[in-house]
């Protein structure tokens, strides 16, 4: 059904048969394998045929005839509005009646358009699963725009269905003893290095994701770069075998801050990952460390991360298990995914905001990196990306309502982006992050307020004149 929105709007001119012919066979293209969308083209093919076989009775022309000599001057009126007794025939009053009988058939057809508009206005998108979709848009956002974009593309290879085999179990990378602390602007500059490290290489890296339970979703991606046109990352399943593919172009360095509550220690030795030395770094709050990175100690190169949950437990790795720099191509795949965000900046993003009556620039202190968005004959869908290069947030605005069976507006699961969503009028506002909860709450306070969708007769009937207009 989230496919089905991008193709909704032009089912009642694929019916007409007045689309464009490219715009026909893409359509023709998804009707061959949505049912939903091709009950309903049957049922708007339906409704306009019926209404042109509706024609007027004509009585026979030699009982016609008869009528109208009884009737004289009145045949021409329907029996309701012939002259009272006493009434003498006048031109005035032919008139008369004949402005009332135009004005009354205007108001029966009016009447009847009505009616017809608000039994054909479209029903609104229901989401049957807001969640899965708020996590996989911030899978492919954060596979777009994060320093470990390998767990972005296992996430939304997770959300999509790949069979990642049994859990397995994951030790956590050694902490050497010692250690010096740093100022956050140092460990944001090792960080910001990382993002910008634009090089050459091919390499597997392995991804672990806990299932809250002491073990581990785990997945190869086999990752492509070549410096200065993007990456191309293939997730394997549990067999070995290829699941996805996606493309991510090359995407402008972005700025990175840490949160002010927490501190920094640089290891002093040089570690080995992927047969490489490498720089650690490990940052803490108050409950204890929350994440660390290793870093190319030659190029700045991120090669392998660890986030830990409140108790200090391990919720999500990455790292490089093989690596090549200096040598790499692109495989030719036509089923390779294309993941592209627009970077967001102060001056250029006046007038892309389609959905959310406001467009903040920050929000729970984020800052606005990345956005895409769509609109197509009034329908509105769009996703902004804020982060600080360590914690993400995507805020998604769909037009549609929730589903009936849609109960859980909260979603919390170990290793996975915490989704928060609720109905807004007549879009969905969703907020995904990996931050903690009071920063879901802090961007929610933000964002429209929770508004139950209640169409008027009006509203429809708008909607039901557009769609038989052709206009969606």
């Known amino acids: 059904m989230r496919h089905c929105e991008r193709f909704r709007p032009d089912l009642s001119a694929f019916a007409d048969g007045t689309l464009p012919p490219k715009r026909w066979e893409q359509v023709s293209y998804h009707l061959a394998g949505c049912r939903r969308c091709r009950d309903e083209v049957a ?43 006493g009434d003498l025939p006048s031109v005035r009053r032919r008139r008369t009646r004949r402005m009332a009988q135009s004005g009354a058939a205007l108001l029966v057809v009016m009447a009847s358009a009505a009616v017809l508009a608000v039994l054909v206005a479209p029903e609104p998108l229901r989401l049957s699963d807001p969640v899965g979709s708020a996590r996989e848009q911030y899978s492919m956002s954060s596979s777009a725009i994060h320093v470990t974009e390998a767990v972005g593309a296992v996430l939304l290879a997770h959300e999509r269905g790949a069979d990642l ?36 290489l091919t390499g597997v890296q392995r991804v672990w994701i806990s299932d809250g339970e002491g073990h581990f979703r785990a997945a190869d991606v086999r990752t492509t770069k070549v410096q200065g046109q993007g990456a191309q990352l293939e997730v394997m399943d549990a067999r070995g075998d290829r699941f996805s593919s996606s493309f991510l172009p090359e995407f402008a360095a972005r700025p990175v801050a840490a949160p002010s509550r927490w501190r920094f220690t640089q290891g002093h030795l040089p570690e080995q990952v992927a047969g490489r030395a490498a720089v650690r770094l490990v940052a803490s709050d108050d409950n204890g460390p929350v994440a660390s990175w290793w870093t ?10 660890e986030r830990y949950d409140t108790a200090g437990e391990v919720s999500i790795a990455v790292g490089y298990t093989q690596l090549t720099l200096g040598t790499a191509q692109f495989r030719e795949d036509s089923r390779t995914q294309l993941i592209a965000l627009q970077p967001a900046t102060s001056s250029g993003t006046d007038g892309w905001c389609v959905g959310l009556p406001a467009c903040p620039q920050e929000v729970g202190g984020l800052p606005l990196v990345a956005y895409s968005s769509s609109e197509r004959d009034g ?51 969703s907020v995904t992050t990996n931050g903690s909860p009071e920063l879901i709450a802090a961007i929610a306070r933000e964002l429209p307020p929770e508004e139950a969708w209640a169409p008027s007769l009006l509203d429809r009937a708008v909607a039901g004149f557009a769609r038989l207009a052709g206009v969606s």
Do not use: F, K
């Not at 026979?60 to 002259?83: D, F, K, Q, V």
């Not at 290069?389 to 996975?416: F, H, N, P």
């Open 165 to 200: 085999g049994e859990p397995v179990s994951y030790s956590r990378r050694s902490v050497p003893h010692g250690g010096s602390e740093v100022t956050t602007a140092h460990a944001a500059q090792l960080l910001r290095d990382a993002t910008e490290a634009d090089l050459t």
């Open 379 to 429: 329908a509105t869908s769009m996703n902004l990306v804020y982060s600080d290069g360590i914690e993400t947030a995507v805020v998604g605005w769909v037009d549609g309502v929730l589903g009936e069976d849609v109960t859980a507006r909260t979603d919390r699961a170990s290793g996975l982006p915490t989704v928060s969503v609720w109905q807004s009028g007549p879009a969905v506002v």
């Open 43 to 85: 049922g708007i093919s339906t409704v306009c045929s019926t209404l042109s076989s509706c024609s007027r009775s004509v009585a026979p022309a030699s009982l016609t005839a008869r009528l109208e000599s009884i009737a004289g001057e009145h045949a021409e009126a329907p029996l309701y509005m012939a002259a009272g007794p």
């Open 296 to 305: 190319d100690a030659a190029n700045g190169l991120l090669l392998w991360a």
